[in-house]
């Protein structure tokens, strides 16, 4: 069973902030979110991850749900290099194992 | 660092066919990874190891075998290739409870 739920595709203008939702509805208390992307079809990139308060970093921000079953990739300014399929994967804390979904694939768009 | 490598990049084999796709990190991490991802698809886990001799099983176990002898090698077994194989595999190494890195790929086509 899937664990994460997550829009198939989205469109964003070059320049805005593209806001990726993710849903985690089963998450347990002892599982991270984490974010990568993928580019055309290179290994995945870890972009952000967090487990119940938000986080920022020189990528991404990652906004969690207070009740944690839901969150928000957001990416402030798209740039068209930002094109790529975003997976959003949830993972326990004292194990190792991804379970990717199908992503949302994201298009900047000039 | 060389990060994660892959070899080889692409390959084509026959039904039946058997080979090892190999994998290496440099990092000194203890977990290592084998994904598969179909045209379209997300990534699926298909062998993981936690440290040198301790393997477990992923999502789509089935036709491959792994071995974990060393930290930095975890090569992935087709013991016979069979068209519902062809895919591009990925390798991945994390620390523990740490983001996993990737290996660039690589691309089997099972005639």
């Known amino acids: 069973d899937a664990k994460t739920t997550q829009p198939p595709s989205m469109d964003c203008a070059e320049g805005r902030a593209a806001n990726l939702p993710c849903n985690h509805s089963t998450i347990s208390g002892n599982e991270y979110v984490y974010w990568y992307r993928q580019i055309h079809s290179q290994g995945p990139q870890y972009i952000i991850h967090?487990?119940?308060n938000n986080e920022t970093n020189e990528m991404a921000s990652l906004i969690i749900t207070e009740d944690r079953k839901s969150s928000t990739l957001i990416l402030p300014h798209a740039t068209l290099r930002d094109t790529a399929v975003y997976y959003c994967i949830v993972r326990e804390i004292t194990g190792n194992q991804f379970y990717f979904g199908t992503g949302t694939s994201l298009t900047v768009i000039p | 660092n060389a990060g994660v490598t892959q070899t080889p990049k692409f390959q084509v084999l026959k039904t039946g066919q058997s080979m090892t796709l190999q994998c290496a990190q440099d990092m000194n991490h203890e977990y290592m990874s084998w994904y598969r991802q179909d045209p379209g698809m997300g990534l699926r886990l298909i062998h993981y190891s936690v440290g040198a001799g301790i393997t477990d099983q992923g999502e789509v176990p089935n036709g491959y075998n792994v071995s974990r002898s060393t930290t930095e090698d975890f090569p992935l077994r087709l013991l016979s290739a069979a068209p519902s194989q062809t895919s591009v595999y990925f390798c991945?190494?994390?620390?523990?409870?740490?983001?996993?890195?990737f290996g660039p790929g690589t691309r089997l086509t099972v005639l």
């Open positions: 967090g487990l119940k």
């Open positions: 991945a190494s994390s620390p523990p409870e740490g983001e996993q890195f």
